[in-house]
Structure formats: structure tokens, C-alpha cells
């Protein structure tokens, strides 16, 4: 190797993209030629300035903290986990050319059988419910509750719940008038098997009581048929899975559930006051439209969040 | 809606602690793009957010850095796009002419090979930054910049003399010795 092709190569053997023969060739040849070894020197003390001149060049911590806040909003918006879940072909399908005309149709859809439902059953009764939702329903009572029987910090329900169900929004607020004498620990939505619930957990003394919500759906009746509900509210229904006492109230579209570990007799009596603003809030929500929906409810939650500052 | 509240939270800090590691070196060649601290702050920003958004495709174990600068500089040349801007042209010409090679100056202050370095034409300058700086492998660069490594080896061999011979002048006027 001479010096020409010694300073050639010089660059690559600092960034260590030389082969291991080459690298011997190089190390041999700045051995005996002080003049090579001098730029070697250079090289690597300009290279070694430049990086510590660029390393002067950090992002500030206001941008670090400010990005790390954008994260965390993306990671926990509904648009980010649609956007990080969803193929192509789904996002093309959700863009407004598609949805708008489809959305239009289901609304129209929507209101033609309200209006039928409204006029050709004003009076049927509440159909029994199905051992499934009641078993589902004791299922999550033991599963989740428990977990929040001890929480010192209160979770309260987010308004973020309305995604998955408009009338879940606020529930813990507009269930506060019938809980007295209990505490909340916690108002969250969940799946524990197949059903999605929202879920009111709350303790009086060293009892557990639970409060669900949940849709009124084929399954959850015991005829297997969606049956249509009278407009006047269906009386309460007592039942027992194991230890746990549940009370249930139906409303057109909702079946509002209180589960605890109380006496049957106990228990009916908490239900009944601890459901009854909870079944009347949801069934007045059920009776609205979907256009007047989003306003009225709207209206409902800023005005018992008013009263809670006051 | 917990358990999956948690999952996420768990996404996130996984995502953090392996990519915000290199988020000041995301913005040193942010810089040098942009040319500005405001909007390569926004490009870093725009950067990570991307990559969060991908970040369920990114294989574990492979190389998280160059995933990163390949999708910072995919967001900069759809912005450029975005913005009608034109990218600079290669100037190839000003290293065809480097009939010679320079000495390598000693004794220039951290400012004065900085600045020797913001006067490159930027095709030149990307590629020295990441290599002699931010020590990525020319297969790497060459990954990143989605160019061959022949061209990545050629730009930095050009771009070294440039800046060599922007130094011996600078050492010159100023009356520093040169090596040889």
C-alpha cells in the first residue's frame, strides 16, 4: 500500500468499512510513514471536533416534553388506535364518500323502525332474562368489582365511554341522586367475556355492590327474540346466581343491573333506588332521535356537572 | 377497556424508551434538512408521531435508529412535496473539479468544522453527517437515503475533500499550519 491509496481509504478505515486485510494493509503502512500517520491523526481529531460540535445540537426539553405529550394524546385517541389498527382497505372504507351516504340511510332506516316500533307496541310486557346475561353479569360483578373493592383514587367514568355507548357518558353522575350511603370506587366500561358492560362498583360497609348497564339485545332475553318494550318502564326482576342477588330493570334498549352480595330482600330495595334515576336517564336517551341525541345529552351532562361544582 | 388502557400504556412506554433515545440525533440531521430549529423541532415531532402510528409494524430486533431516519426522511421529502419547494440540486460539479487531495488542517476550533460543514451542498452533507457523526454503516445510509452504496461511498469521498479544502483555506488565511 502506498500513501496515495493510504489516504484514499483513509475515511473508510476511521468509519471501520474496511475488510480485516485491509485494515492490517493500512496499520502496516502508517507503522513506518510518520507523514500517513500525521493525517490519520488529523483526520480522526476533525472528525472526533465534528462530533462534538454537532452533539452541542440537542432538542430542547420544551419540544422533547411537548412530543411526548402529543404521544401520549395519540396513543390513547380513538383516531389513533383506528389509525394504528386499521388496514387500508378499512380506512378507505370509513372516508366520508362512503360513509356519509351510508350513514344517511341508516338514520332513515333508523327513524322508519322507531316510528314502527312506537306504533305497533305501545304496551307489551318486559320479556324474563336470559341466564346467560345474568350469569355474564355475576361473572363481571366478581371479576371486576372486586378488583376496585379497596381503590382509594376514585376512577370516574370517562367521557371517552360514549364511544361505545352514548348513554354510558356521565352514568356515574346521573346514578350519584340513588347512591346514597354508598361510596364509588370506580366507573369504567368493560368486556369481561362477550358482553360490554358499564360498570359502577361501589362498597357500603364491607358489602360490594355493583351497578351494570348493558344493551337489551336477543341475547340477553330470555326468548332469544328482541321483543319490543312498552314506553312505560318495566317493573323490577329479581334474581339470585350463587350468592349474588341481582335486581334488573329493561328499558327499550338498555337492561340496567345491580348485583351484590346482599340478602335478596336487601338488595331489591338498593336496586330499586340505586337504578331508578339511572333507568329513567337512560330511557328518556333511548326515547330521543340520534339527531337530537348528541345536543340534548349534551345538555344533560353540563348541567349535572354544573350542579356537582356548585 | 382497563385491560386495554394498560396495554397501551405499556405500547407506549416500549416505544419511548427504544425511539426517544434518538431524538437528538433525528434532529441534528433535522437541521441540516431543514435549515431551521423551528421546523426541524416540528419534523422530529412529525417523525416519532409516524413512527408510533407504525410502530405495530416495526420488527423488534431489527434496526429501530434507521427505521427512524428512513421515516423522517420520507415525512420531509412528502412536506417538500406538500410545500412546492424545491429540493437543492446535487452539485456534483464542485467535486469533479477537487483535482487534488488536501491536507487535513489541524488546530480548527469545533466552530470552524461546523461551519466548513453547513456550507456543503447538502447531498454531501447528509451522508457525512450521518456517517463521521451519527457513525450509521454506508449500508445503513444507503438504506436510509434509498440510494446505492457505490453513490453513498462517492458522496462521502467527495464531500470529505470539499470540506478538506473549505478547511485548508480557512487554516490558510487564518495561519495555521497544515499537516503536509
Redesign the interface.
Known sequence: MDC?NY??LL??Y??Q?LAVETNHQMLNHAEYCP?CR??MA??R???D???????K????QT??D???A???A???SLE??Q???APNWLEKLFSPRILVPVFSVIVVLAIGISVYLKTSSSQSKASPLSELLLTEAASDHQKCATHFALSTEVAFMPDS?EK?DEVYRGLDLVAKSGASGLTLRSA????PDNRQFAHLVYTRGKNLISLLVTKRDGKSLQTGELTPLGTELAELEESTNGALSIGARQTSKHIVLVISDLPQPENEKLAKTLALPVVEHISRIDRLTAHALNLKHQNIIASMRRREMK | MIRSKELDQQKLDSFETQALGYADQLYRVALRLCRNREKAEDLVQETFLQAWRSFHRFELGTNLRAWLYKIMFNVHYSNQRRDRLQLIPTEETIAETLAYDPPTPQHLTEEEILAALEKLPRDFQIPILLADVEELSYREIADVLEIPIGTVMSRLHRGRKILRTDLVKYAREAGYKLSS
Do not use: I, P
Open positions: 496515495r489516504k484514499e475515511d473508510s476511521l468509519c468499512e507523514k500525521a493525517e488529523s483526520r481529531n476533525m472528525r471536533a465534528l462530533r462534538r460540535a454537532c452533539f445540537e440537542c432538542l430542547s419540544a422533547l411537548r412530543m411526548r402529543q404521544l401520549h395519540e396513543a390513547f389513533s388506535s389509525k394504528t389498527n365511554a361505545y369504567h366500561v368493560c368486556k
